[in-house]
């Protein structure tokens, strides 16, 4: 969380983040600002007991909301034509193979 920047956070990037950015010095724009600087009870007092409480959670990494499973494909997938098309020889397939294993943290 220490170089997450906190506008690029999950629900952050709105009123709340703003609200929650100037609470901050100048120089800090991260999760990591808000766990090393601001107190539960600093939060809650300046933005409300809830979203106190969800800001001090998150910046360490605490999120409750139940996982939702998703009928939408992932944006970044990799599609059956692409492999295919790059079927052709045995080159192609470990450029394949190496550019899947390379990128395997995106879909993880």
């Not at 629900?11 to 990591?32: A, R």
Request: with cysteine; aromatic share 6%; net charge neutral.
């Amino acid at each position: 969380m220490e170089e997450t920047q906190l506008r690029k956070a999950r629900l952050l990037g709105g009123k709340l983040g703003k609200k929650v950015q100037s609470l901050l010095p100048e120089n800090e724009t991260t999760m990591g600002s808000i766990s090393r600087l601001m107190s539960l009870d600093q939060l809650e007092k300046e933005i409300g007991k809830e979203s106190g409480r969800w800001v001090f959670d998150a910046c360490r990494g605490i999120d409750y909301e139940e996982v939702k499973a998703t009928l939408k494909v992932l944006p970044k997938s990799i599609t059956v034509s692409l492999v295919r098309m790059m079927w052709n020889t045995a080159n192609r397939i470990e450029i394949v193979t190496e550019h899947c294993f390379d990128h395997s943290n995106i879909y993880l």
